[in-house]
């Protein structure tokens, strides 16, 4: 099993909607939850962290965290055509393992 | 300007002629690391360095050097590239300090291995 998994996608949503990404991870014991952006080409950017049970909220963004669940997700309110990217989750144990990534498609 | 810098950007180059990537940042930042990114694999660790002189194998080793004689400076080392090196990669910097230790990466070096 690896140890970060994501819904590869894409997912495509309409401009306005809201995005809703998943993630799951095998290590109970892992402390910290990251979500990066990356556009096509480019190199990953944080878009947001957490490490304790709940919601988080950024602006459009908000990270949701279960660790009894082992399970961490992003939404993303009033979806806007710069958001489309692919979505890396990213679990933090000694080291920094990431997932596949999963591909989004806003349509205007 | 706070940044990870990598040369170079790309590279085309034929089997078993070594290679090196330079990875520099200039936050003072302890961890460093090397990642390579395939289509529908994501981002794998190759390896990573905790401070000078300090380095580990990360999930996909083989095939690589690494060495951190200075804290920014942390090249990768391909002694004899292979076509199944072929791939985006990607060095990363971050403190180590707490839980929210964001990682910052270079650019990229896309390397072509013929």
């Known amino acids: 099993q690896k140890e970060v998994e994501q819904n590869s996608g894409p997912l495509s949503v309409p401009e306005g909607a809201i995005a809703s990404l998943n993630c799951t991870y095998s290590d109970r014991g892992s402390q910290s939850f990251f979500w990066y952006r990356q556009y096509s080409g480019k190199s990953p950017e944080l878009i947001m962290f957490i490490y304790s049970n709940g919601d988080k909220e950024d602006g459009r963004f908000t990270a949701q965290l279960n660790k009894a669940s082992q399970y961490v997700s992003l939404l993303i309110r009033d979806s806007q055509p710069s958001d489309s990217a692919t979505y890396l989750c990213?679990?933090?144990?000694?080291?920094?393992?990431f997932g596949a990534g999963t591909t989004v498609t806003v349509r205007a | 300007e706070a940044q990870v810098t990598q040369n170079p950007r790309y590279l085309i180059t034929v089997t078993g002629k070594k290679l090196t990537v330079t990875c520099s940042q200039n936050?003072?930042?302890?961890?460093m690391s090397w990642y390579r990114q395939d289509p529908g694999l994501g981002l794998r660790q190759i390896y990573y360095s905790m401070n000078v002189e300090v380095t580990d194998k990360g999930d996909v080793p083989e095939g690589y050097k690494v060495s951190r004689k200075e804290k920014r400076n942390f090249p990768l080392i391909l002694e004899s590239p292979s076509p199944n090196q072929t791939s985006l990669y990607f060095c990363?910097?971050?403190?180590?300090?707490?839980?929210?230790?964001?990682?910052?990466f270079g650019p990229g070096t896309r390397l072509t291995v013929l």
């Open positions: 936050m003072n930042h302890e961890y």
């Open positions: 990363a910097s971050s403190y180590i300090r707490d839980a929210s230790n964001e990682q910052f």
């Open positions: 990213a679990v933090n144990d000694y080291k920094l393992s």
